[in-house]
């Protein structure tokens, strides 16, 4: 067992970008536990599965056969059922409760609400083919806080330089983007001034607020050559 199949007539195999991960990182001996499951509104079918060192489900990849993508995350579930007849899905936590998906903006499986933390990260970037340090000295962001229940929704968006592919991190740089209206239009903050340098960068948006929740549209850098060393 070390693939995703699909059929479509015939038994193929799934091209799978988090192959490495999952099955580098799965307690064989409890595969009876690993289920599959659907969440039909946001075309996703997920399996949940025990990591090496557990013996309960306690992660989960996820493959988005509308934009054929995956992803994954760590959460606990040991039974799960599809919207359908109801408005959201439902799934069994190990504290015998019983939880809607795709509800609200926080964590309330216990009935305490706990904020989510979410964020998304590009892969290493580089001028040309990285020969040169890039300067990047503003980012200007684009997303949306629609939905969010904090009065001012914040993300915090970083990026991360490295002399080369191996180095590590070298410099970082975080600035918080907040909304500051939603009178007339969603406002938020316009342009983040920063100072950081290297050859390659990689950057992440990311939240950790109550009540914040956010879409990430097209964030543009101003980025320039500074020399070789």
Not at 57 to 78: C, F, H, P, Q, S
Not at 137 to 158: E, I, K
Not at 186 to 197: A, K, L, P, S
Request: charged letters at 20%; proline letters at 2%; one cysteine or more.
């Amino acid at each position: 067992m070390d693939k995703f199949y699909t059929y479509n007539g015939r038994v193929q195999t799934l091209r799978c970008d988090l192959r490495r991960y999952v099955f580098s990182d799965i307690n064989v001996s409890q595969l009876d536990q690993i289920f599959a499951s659907t969440n039909e509104g946001f075309n996703e079918i997920w399996w949940f599965y025990c990591s090496a060192n557990s013996t309960v489900i306690d992660k989960y990849v996820v493959y988005n056969y509308a934009e054929d993508i995956w992803y994954y995350g760590l959460m606990g579930r040991t039974a799960w059922i599809d919207s359908g007849l109801r408005n959201y899905p439902e799934a069994a936590t190990y504290n015998y409760n019983i939880v809607d998906h795709e509800y609200g903006v926080d964590d309330n499986a216990t009935g305490t609400p706990v904020a989510i933390e979410a964020y998304i990260e590009s892969a290493e970037f580089d001028i040309e083919d990285g020969q040169n340090f890039g300067f990047v000295w503003r980012m200007v962001p684009d997303l949306t806080f629609q939905g969010s229940t904090a009065q001012n929704p914040q993300v915090t968006m970083t990026l991360y330089g490295m002399n080369g592919s191996g180095s590590g991190f070298n410099i970082e740089a975080a600035k918080a983007v907040s909304q500051t209206s939603t009178a007339t239009i969603e406002q938020f903050t316009n342009i983040i001034y920063t100072r950081i340098r290297g050859r390659q960068m990689i950057m992440k948006v990311g939240s950790s607020g109550l009540g914040t929740t956010w879409q990430l549209g097209a964030p543009r850098i101003d980025i320039k050559q500074d020399g070789q060393r």
